[in-house]
């Protein structure tokens, strides 16, 4: 094991360069892909890595399940046993799966309450609610809907509606909700994982705004439709469904639709800072991914000999 249990747990700092240049550099359904992916598998490693350590830890409590034999001299002197590292991982565990878990059921709990609250209505893919407060957003489901509100459509003009419609539609198309969920996740197993997390909330939204442009034809209407909306709206009636204008920086997001279309990319060229900063982020995760296989693989099979057939 040695000191490589410790690196899943700092490794996710070398996705912090991609997070800010796959925003401005890449296309928003590329960026989002790649930063949710390098998220995931630094997330799992660095929840693996605090397992790890909490066995290793455990052996010396009281009372604990593991055999005698794991707490032998010549067993700790195999493992990278360190008192404090030890026990600390057993609290930073558990506090790690409360968080996810809560943001597991925060993410179920919401579109649950949204639905039931629009199981009166005609099961219509889009429901129009008699609100003067400005809202739209997307809410997916085994039904998908998009719920928008009278104030909303009072407030643009009829190719802007258009506008908005495609931009929720794309959401619920490319499952964005699944992308959010994951990152979400990630930021709470690891903290050095919020960027990676704020990026993709916002090319998640430059993804849809993308093909509303392709939709529509035209990336100014969606400019313009997504500033007015952002100008009258007072942001989602629900914190954890996004809104057409209430996620992500929207003078970038209108700024971005002002200027040329991105150029759709698999992978950035090597010889430029997005190329670096992707191959820096991607060799991360490959390590992560190697060093929390090689200790478990190690610990498994000290464990193994350690305990009495």
Not at 148 to 160: C, I, P, R
Request: net charge positive.
């Amino acid at each position: 094991m040695g000191v490589f249990v410790f690196l899943p747990l700092v490794l996710p700092l070398t996705a912090w360069p991609i997070a800010r240049l796959a925003e401005q550099h890449l296309h928003p359904r590329a960026a989002t892909w790649l930063l949710t992916s390098v998220a995931a598998v630094l997330a799992v490693c660095s929840t693996l890595c605090l397992a790890l350590l909490m066995v290793v830890g455990t052996a010396q409590l009281p009372g604990n399940p593991l055999p005698d034999g794991w707490s032998d001299p010549e067993v700790r002197e195999a493992v990278p046993y360190d008192e404090v590292a030890g026990k600390a991982a057993i609290p930073a565990l558990i506090a790690v799966i409360g968080a996810c878990a809560r943001a597991a059921w925060r993410h179920h709990r919401v579109p649950h309450r949204a639905r039931a609250a629009l199981a009166e209505l005609p099961p219509r893919a889009v429901a129009v609610l008699p609100d003067e407060v400005p809202y739209a957003y997307a809410l997916p489901g085994r039904r998908d809907r998009i719920v928008v509100s009278t104030g909303m459509l009072d407030a643009l003009s009829a190719v802007e509606r258009r506008a908005l419609f495609a931009h929720e539609r794309a959401h619920l198309h490319a499952r964005h909700h699944r992308f959010l969920l994951a990152v979400q996740l990630a930021a709470r197993a690891n903290p050095f994982l919020r960027p990676l997390r704020t990026a993709v909330c916002f090319t998640a939204e430059r993804w849809a705004d993308e093909e509303a442009a392709v939709v529509v034809g035209s990336r100014r209407v969606v400019a313009r439709a997504v500033g007015k909306a952002a100008l009258i709206s007072r942001g989602a009636p629900v914190a954890t469904l996004a809104g057409f204008a209430a996620a992500g920086p929207v003078p970038r997001r209108v700024a971005a639709l002002l200027g040329p279309p991105p150029v759709a990319r698999v992978w950035p060229p090597i010889f430029t800072a997005v190329g670096l900063a992707a191959w820096g982020a991607a060799a991360g995760a490959a390590v992560s991914a190697l060093s929390s296989a090689s200790s478990a693989l190690t610990l498994f099979f000290i464990l193994k000999a350690a305990t009495p057939l």
